[in-house]
């Protein structure tokens, strides 16, 4: 199994400002992701971070208003930029550690006003 | 494209009973993983059982276990003696060899004392 650290765990954001959320595996992991659970609703993916490379975004999901960095194997941070109320989300980030393994973090509830 | 589908929105069940929910999917692909994800109110996925689609014998993890159906497309899970650290949202998830996991729309289990 692996670890999955999120921060902040929980923010309240004014509309227009930008929140960045980190996230740290305990171990080296290939693949990273970060998800996106709007209120009552399920999860969808936004994006494959890819160590070394820009990220791979899922369609409806833009770099400009969600930049990504993985600088190593055990790190990433997803940016909400320019937020409004629509961004009001739980934001999950995600790590496979084997080919049919993925974990997730403890989530990032975010509530822009 | 893959899709998961949860037909029961909420569930509930007296302690020390069985529950089981039910999902189906729809794919072209023939190798592939199933799982369900806990998500109580803390908000944190949490890995409850896996299943690859090559194996024919279902998946148990202690009190979990599922119903792999791969010709009907099923994939139901079975909680037995339910505890009220049980309740909880429940998500189906299919991954196929990409990376990416499509979720099901949730099941909310109750566990009633």
């Known amino acids: 199994s692996a670890v999955i650290s999120q921060k902040p765990s929980r923010d309240i954001c004014q509309r227009g400002t930008s929140l960045t959320i980190q996230c740290q595996v305990d171990s080296q992991v290939t693949m990273m992701f970060w998800y996106r659970q709007q209120p009552g609703q399920s999860l969808t993916l936004i994006a494959t971070a890819n160590q070394g490379s820009e990220a791979t975004y899922e369609s409806g999901f833009v770099i400009d208003k969600f930049p990504i960095s993985r600088p190593n194997l055990t790190f990433s941070t997803l940016t909400v930029s320019n937020m409004s109320p629509e961004d009001s989300s739980i934001y999950l980030c995600?790590?496979?550690?084997?080919?049919?393994?993925?974990?997730f973090g403890e989530g990032s509830w975010l509530t822009v006003v | 494209a893959q899709t998961v589908t949860q037909s029961q929105p909420e569930m509930s069940v007296q302690e020390a009973e069985t529950v089981t929910l039910s999902c189906t999917y729809d794919?072209?692909?023939?190798?592939?993983?199933l799982f369900w994800y806990k998500q109580p109110p803390s908000r944190q996925m949490i890995l409850v059982i896996r299943?690859?689609?090559?194996?024919?014998q279902n998946a148990t993890e202690n009190r979990f276990s599922v119903n792999f159906q791969k010709a009907a497309k099923s994939f139901s899970l079975k909680i037995s003696d339910s505890q009220l650290g049980d309740t909880a949202m429940y998500f189906c998830?299919?991954?196929?060899?990409?990376?990416?996991?499509?979720f099901g729309g949730g099941t909310r289990v109750l566990v009633k004392p």
């Open positions: 794919t072209s692909e023939n190798n592939y993983y």
């Open positions: 299943q690859e689609a090559y194996k024919q």
């Open positions: 995600s790590a496979r550690t084997t080919p049919g393994t993925i974990y």
């Open positions: 998830a299919f991954k196929a060899a990409g990376n990416k996991l499509t």
